[in-house]
Protein backbone atom coordinates (compact mmCIF):
# COMPACT_ATOMS: atom_id res chain seq x y z
CA UNK A 1 0.00 0.00 0.00
CA UNK A 2 0.98 3.48 -0.59
CA UNK A 3 2.48 5.88 2.01
CA UNK A 4 -0.08 8.88 2.16
CA UNK A 5 2.08 12.20 1.24
CA UNK A 6 0.28 15.22 2.35
CA UNK A 7 1.43 18.44 1.90
CA UNK A 8 2.75 19.39 5.40
CA UNK A 9 4.88 16.11 5.15
CA UNK A 10 6.37 17.13 1.92
CA UNK A 11 7.69 21.14 3.59
CA UNK A 12 8.33 18.25 6.67
CA UNK A 13 10.85 16.02 4.91
CA UNK A 14 12.04 18.99 3.37
CA UNK A 15 13.07 20.83 6.32
CA UNK A 16 14.61 17.95 8.19
CA UNK A 17 17.37 17.28 4.39
CA UNK A 18 17.97 20.68 5.30
CA UNK A 19 18.62 19.76 9.13
CA UNK A 20 20.32 16.34 8.61
CA UNK A 21 23.74 17.38 7.78
CA UNK A 22 24.45 17.39 11.52
CA UNK A 23 26.25 21.20 11.73
CA UNK A 24 23.57 22.02 14.44
CA UNK A 25 24.50 19.34 16.27
CA UNK A 26 28.40 19.93 15.75
CA UNK A 27 27.80 23.64 16.74
CA UNK A 28 26.27 23.26 19.91
CA UNK A 29 28.12 20.43 20.75
CA UNK A 30 31.07 22.81 20.40
CA UNK A 31 29.89 25.53 21.91
CA UNK A 32 28.85 23.51 25.33
CA UNK A 33 32.32 22.05 24.97
CA UNK A 34 34.03 24.91 24.62
CA UNK A 35 32.17 26.29 27.65
CA UNK A 36 32.58 23.71 29.91
CA UNK A 37 36.14 24.12 29.66
CA UNK A 38 36.15 27.67 29.69
CA UNK A 39 34.77 27.24 33.08
CA UNK A 40 36.76 25.08 34.00
CA UNK A 41 39.71 26.90 33.50
CA UNK A 42 38.23 29.93 35.02
CA UNK A 43 34.69 29.66 36.78
CA UNK A 44 35.13 33.33 36.75
CA UNK A 45 35.00 33.97 32.85
CA UNK A 46 30.97 32.52 33.09
CA UNK A 47 30.35 35.55 31.22
CA UNK A 48 33.39 35.04 28.26
CA UNK A 49 32.75 31.65 27.86
CA UNK A 50 28.97 32.24 26.97
CA UNK A 51 29.96 35.30 24.87
CA UNK A 52 31.87 32.58 22.89
CA UNK A 53 28.43 30.57 22.22
CA UNK A 54 28.09 33.78 19.87
CA UNK A 55 30.98 32.55 17.74
CA UNK A 56 29.47 29.15 17.92
CA UNK A 57 26.69 30.48 15.93
CA UNK A 58 28.58 32.16 13.55
CA UNK A 59 30.58 29.08 12.64
CA UNK A 60 27.06 27.36 12.03
CA UNK A 61 26.30 29.94 9.44
CA UNK A 62 29.17 29.83 7.93
CA UNK A 63 29.35 26.25 7.31
CA UNK A 64 26.00 26.03 6.53
CA UNK A 65 26.97 28.28 3.61
CA UNK A 66 30.04 26.21 2.57
CA UNK A 67 29.41 22.57 3.34
CA UNK A 68 25.43 22.35 3.30
CA UNK A 69 24.16 24.95 0.15
CA UNK A 70 26.71 23.17 -2.43
CA UNK A 71 25.51 19.78 -1.74
CA UNK A 72 22.00 20.34 -0.83
CA UNK A 73 20.57 23.61 -2.50
CA UNK A 74 19.17 26.89 -1.79
CA UNK A 75 16.13 27.30 0.18
CA UNK A 76 13.65 29.56 1.60
CA UNK A 77 11.48 28.28 4.00
CA UNK A 78 7.46 29.59 4.41
CA UNK A 79 7.05 32.00 7.11
CA UNK A 80 5.25 29.43 9.21
CA UNK A 81 9.11 27.78 9.67
CA UNK A 82 10.49 31.44 10.51
CA UNK A 83 7.67 31.77 12.90
CA UNK A 84 8.57 28.59 15.02
CA UNK A 85 12.24 29.74 14.82
CA UNK A 86 11.12 32.96 16.59
CA UNK A 87 9.27 31.48 19.33
CA UNK A 88 12.38 29.04 20.23
CA UNK A 89 14.60 32.24 19.93
CA UNK A 90 11.72 34.23 22.44
CA UNK A 91 11.21 31.70 24.46
CA UNK A 92 14.90 31.53 25.48
CA UNK A 93 15.06 35.19 26.22
CA UNK A 94 12.06 35.29 28.23
CA UNK A 95 14.16 31.71 30.26
CA UNK A 96 16.99 34.26 30.28
CA UNK A 97 15.48 37.37 31.48
CA UNK A 98 13.26 34.93 34.26
CA UNK A 99 16.30 33.53 35.30
CA UNK A 100 17.78 37.28 35.89
CA UNK A 101 14.63 38.25 38.03
CA UNK A 102 14.27 35.00 39.96
CA UNK A 103 18.26 35.56 41.15
CA UNK A 104 16.91 38.62 42.58
CA UNK A 105 14.67 36.87 44.89
CA UNK A 106 16.82 35.95 47.43
CA UNK A 107 15.30 32.99 48.79
CA UNK A 108 14.81 31.67 45.30
CA UNK A 109 18.19 32.24 44.50
CA UNK A 110 19.51 30.53 47.34
CA UNK A 111 17.53 27.45 46.44
CA UNK A 112 19.23 27.52 42.49
CA UNK A 113 22.38 28.07 44.14
CA UNK A 114 22.29 24.92 46.17
CA UNK A 115 20.19 23.20 43.57
CA UNK A 116 22.26 24.34 40.20
CA UNK A 117 22.82 20.84 38.63
CA UNK A 118 19.28 19.91 38.81
CA UNK A 119 18.07 23.28 37.33
CA UNK A 120 20.21 23.22 34.94
CA UNK A 121 19.15 19.80 34.03
CA UNK A 122 15.63 20.30 33.89
CA UNK A 123 15.95 23.74 31.83
CA UNK A 124 18.30 22.48 29.37
CA UNK A 125 15.71 19.36 29.02
CA UNK A 126 12.67 21.88 28.07
CA UNK A 127 15.00 23.93 25.88
CA UNK A 128 15.59 20.91 23.96
CA UNK A 129 12.68 19.44 24.08
CA UNK A 130 10.92 22.67 22.63
CA UNK A 131 13.30 23.23 20.00
CA UNK A 132 12.57 19.56 19.03
CA UNK A 133 8.65 19.92 19.51
CA UNK A 134 9.22 22.89 17.02
CA UNK A 135 11.56 22.36 14.95
CA UNK A 136 10.44 18.21 13.74
CA UNK A 137 14.17 17.04 14.49
CA UNK A 138 13.18 14.28 16.94
CA UNK A 139 17.06 13.47 17.82
CA UNK A 140 16.82 17.02 20.19
CA UNK A 141 14.45 14.73 22.35
CA UNK A 142 17.34 12.33 22.71
CA UNK A 143 19.27 15.00 23.43
CA UNK A 144 16.46 16.49 26.25
CA UNK A 145 16.95 13.25 27.99
CA UNK A 146 20.11 13.44 27.73
CA UNK A 147 20.76 17.06 29.80
CA UNK A 148 18.10 15.35 32.38
CA UNK A 149 19.88 12.52 33.35
CA UNK A 150 23.72 13.85 33.13
CA UNK A 151 22.94 17.04 35.13
CA UNK A 152 21.19 15.56 38.40
CA UNK A 153 23.01 12.52 38.06
CA UNK A 154 26.27 14.76 38.80
CA UNK A 155 24.29 15.62 41.89
CA UNK A 156 23.96 12.73 42.92
CA UNK A 157 27.46 11.54 42.52
CA UNK A 158 28.89 14.51 43.06
CA UNK A 159 30.63 15.21 39.17
CA UNK A 160 32.17 18.04 38.63
CA UNK A 161 29.81 20.86 36.86
CA UNK A 162 32.07 21.39 34.46
CA UNK A 163 32.97 18.32 33.27
CA UNK A 164 28.91 17.31 32.86
CA UNK A 165 28.71 20.21 30.22
CA UNK A 166 31.78 19.14 28.54
CA UNK A 167 30.31 15.33 28.61
CA UNK A 168 27.05 16.81 27.01
CA UNK A 169 29.54 18.56 24.35
CA UNK A 170 31.06 15.66 23.38
CA UNK A 171 28.56 13.47 23.18
CA UNK A 172 26.27 16.22 20.98
CA UNK A 173 29.67 16.75 18.86
CA UNK A 174 30.10 13.02 17.93
CA UNK A 175 26.84 12.55 16.76
CA UNK A 176 27.12 16.03 14.87
CA UNK A 177 30.04 14.38 13.18
CA UNK A 178 28.39 11.31 12.90
CA UNK A 179 25.29 12.75 11.11
CA UNK A 180 27.82 15.38 8.95
CA UNK A 181 29.85 11.69 7.98
CA UNK A 182 26.73 10.56 6.69
CA UNK A 183 25.11 13.73 4.88
CA UNK A 184 28.65 14.28 2.98
CA UNK A 185 28.55 10.39 1.79
CA UNK A 186 25.08 10.65 0.55
CA UNK A 187 25.60 14.45 -1.04
CA UNK A 188 28.32 14.88 -2.99
CA UNK A 189 29.71 18.06 -3.53
CA UNK A 190 27.70 19.19 -7.03
CA UNK A 191 30.26 19.78 -9.90
CA UNK A 192 31.23 22.66 -11.63
CA UNK A 193 28.76 25.52 -12.62
CA UNK A 194 25.88 23.94 -11.61
CA UNK A 195 26.30 24.77 -8.53
CA UNK A 196 26.24 28.47 -9.77
CA UNK A 197 24.08 28.93 -12.66
CA UNK A 198 21.99 25.69 -14.12
CA UNK A 199 21.96 24.73 -17.70
CA UNK A 200 18.67 25.95 -18.68
CA UNK A 201 18.05 24.28 -22.39
CA UNK A 202 14.84 25.54 -23.52
CA UNK B 1 -31.16 13.91 -11.91
CA UNK B 2 -30.19 10.78 -13.25
CA UNK B 3 -27.26 8.85 -12.17
CA UNK B 4 -25.86 8.87 -15.89
CA UNK B 5 -26.15 12.60 -16.05
CA UNK B 6 -24.61 12.38 -12.39
CA UNK B 7 -21.99 10.47 -13.85
CA UNK B 8 -21.10 13.48 -16.96
CA UNK B 9 -20.20 15.97 -14.17
CA UNK B 10 -18.13 13.48 -12.54
CA UNK B 11 -16.49 13.05 -15.71
CA UNK B 12 -16.40 17.31 -16.54
CA UNK B 13 -14.36 17.52 -13.59
CA UNK B 14 -11.92 14.98 -14.77
CA UNK B 15 -11.63 16.42 -18.02
CA UNK B 16 -11.21 20.34 -16.49
CA UNK B 17 -7.88 19.01 -14.23
CA UNK B 18 -4.97 21.05 -15.18
CA UNK B 19 -2.86 18.79 -17.07
CA UNK B 20 0.13 20.90 -16.80
CA UNK B 21 0.02 20.31 -13.47
CA UNK B 22 -1.45 17.15 -13.35
CA UNK B 23 2.11 15.37 -14.67
CA UNK B 24 3.42 13.53 -11.93
CA UNK B 25 7.16 15.40 -12.26
CA UNK B 26 5.53 18.70 -12.41
CA UNK B 27 3.58 18.14 -9.57
CA UNK B 28 6.17 16.82 -7.56
CA UNK B 29 7.95 20.34 -7.84
CA UNK B 30 4.60 22.30 -7.82
CA UNK B 31 3.96 20.81 -4.45
CA UNK B 32 7.18 21.43 -3.13
CA UNK B 33 7.50 25.00 -4.18
CA UNK B 34 3.88 25.23 -2.62
CA UNK B 35 5.27 24.85 0.74
CA UNK B 36 8.10 26.76 0.46
CA UNK B 37 8.90 30.19 -0.46
CA UNK B 38 11.38 29.77 -2.92
CA UNK B 39 14.29 27.20 -3.88
CA UNK B 40 17.30 26.91 -6.34
CA UNK B 41 17.64 24.37 -8.95
CA UNK B 42 19.90 21.91 -6.51
CA UNK B 43 17.79 21.74 -3.67
CA UNK B 44 14.41 20.91 -6.32
CA UNK B 45 16.44 18.72 -7.60
CA UNK B 46 17.78 16.78 -4.92
CA UNK B 47 14.28 16.95 -3.57
CA UNK B 48 12.30 15.33 -6.41
CA UNK B 49 15.27 13.05 -7.76
CA UNK B 50 14.35 14.60 -11.57
CA UNK B 51 17.95 14.49 -13.84
CA UNK B 52 19.06 18.26 -14.52
CA UNK B 53 18.04 18.11 -17.96
CA UNK B 54 14.34 16.53 -16.77
CA UNK B 55 13.86 19.34 -13.95
CA UNK B 56 14.98 22.09 -16.60
CA UNK B 57 12.50 20.66 -19.29
CA UNK B 58 9.60 21.13 -16.57
CA UNK B 59 10.85 24.87 -15.65
CA UNK B 60 10.82 25.97 -18.52
CA UNK B 61 7.19 24.42 -19.01
CA UNK B 62 5.81 25.93 -15.95
CA UNK B 63 7.53 28.82 -16.37
CA UNK B 64 5.94 29.18 -19.84
CA UNK B 65 2.60 29.13 -18.07
CA UNK B 66 3.32 31.79 -16.00
CA UNK B 67 3.55 29.25 -13.21
CA UNK B 68 6.86 29.86 -11.78
CA UNK B 69 9.30 32.61 -11.49
CA UNK B 70 12.76 31.89 -12.19
CA UNK B 71 14.74 34.68 -11.27
CA UNK B 72 18.92 35.10 -11.46
CA UNK B 73 20.33 36.94 -8.00
CA UNK B 74 23.78 37.36 -6.92
CA UNK B 75 24.67 35.67 -3.84
CA UNK B 76 28.26 36.36 -2.81
CA UNK B 77 29.00 38.10 -5.81
CA UNK B 78 28.06 34.55 -7.56
CA UNK B 79 25.30 34.03 -10.07
CA UNK B 80 22.25 32.28 -8.25
CA UNK B 81 19.01 31.13 -9.91
CA UNK B 82 15.97 31.15 -7.74
CA UNK B 83 12.55 29.59 -8.19
CA UNK B 84 9.54 30.62 -7.05
CA UNK B 85 5.77 30.27 -7.82
CA UNK B 86 3.60 32.96 -9.11
CA UNK B 87 0.12 33.97 -7.63
CA UNK B 88 -1.01 32.13 -10.78
CA UNK B 89 1.05 29.38 -10.10
CA UNK B 90 -0.24 28.95 -6.66
CA UNK B 91 -4.14 29.76 -7.54
CA UNK B 92 -3.53 26.78 -10.36
CA UNK B 93 -2.19 24.67 -7.74
CA UNK B 94 -4.38 25.38 -4.80
CA UNK B 95 -7.98 24.34 -7.71
CA UNK B 96 -5.88 21.27 -8.80
CA UNK B 97 -5.77 20.42 -5.31
CA UNK B 98 -9.29 21.16 -4.66
CA UNK B 99 -10.51 19.55 -7.44
CA UNK B 100 -8.48 15.94 -7.17
CA UNK B 101 -10.18 16.14 -4.03
CA UNK B 102 -13.50 16.65 -4.87
CA UNK B 103 -12.94 14.00 -7.68
CA UNK B 104 -12.24 10.88 -5.47
CA UNK B 105 -14.64 12.21 -3.15
CA UNK B 106 -17.39 11.75 -5.51
CA UNK B 107 -15.84 8.48 -6.67
CA UNK B 108 -15.71 7.32 -3.49
CA UNK B 109 -19.07 7.59 -2.77
CA UNK B 110 -20.57 6.64 -6.03
CA UNK B 111 -18.61 4.06 -5.60
CA UNK B 112 -19.87 2.79 -2.48
CA UNK B 113 -23.62 3.61 -3.70
CA UNK B 114 -22.85 1.51 -6.23
CA UNK B 115 -21.18 -1.54 -4.39
CA UNK B 116 -24.26 -1.53 -1.79
CA UNK B 117 -26.53 -1.79 -4.70
CA UNK B 118 -25.06 -4.78 -6.38
CA UNK B 119 -24.89 -6.27 -3.04
CA UNK B 120 -28.86 -6.09 -2.23
Redesign the interface.
Known amino acids: MGEKIS??E??R??YL?YHQDGLVDVSIGLAILVFGAYILYDPGMVVIGAGSLFVFFLLYAGAK?AITIPR????????ERKNKIRIILLALALANVASLFASAYRPLAVFLVENYMIVVGVIGAAIFSLVAYLSDIKRFYAYAAMTLVLFPSGYVFHTLFQHNFILMGVLMLFSGVGLLYRFLRK?PK?AGE????????? | MTSRENGSDDLSSIVDIDKLIHEPARLTVMAHLYVIESADFLFLKQQTGLTWGNLSSHMSKLEDAGYIKIEKEFVDKKPHTVIQLTEKGRTAFQAYRGSMINMFDLEGSNGDRRSKRRKK
Open positions: LKIERASKLGYVKFASYQILDDEPRKR
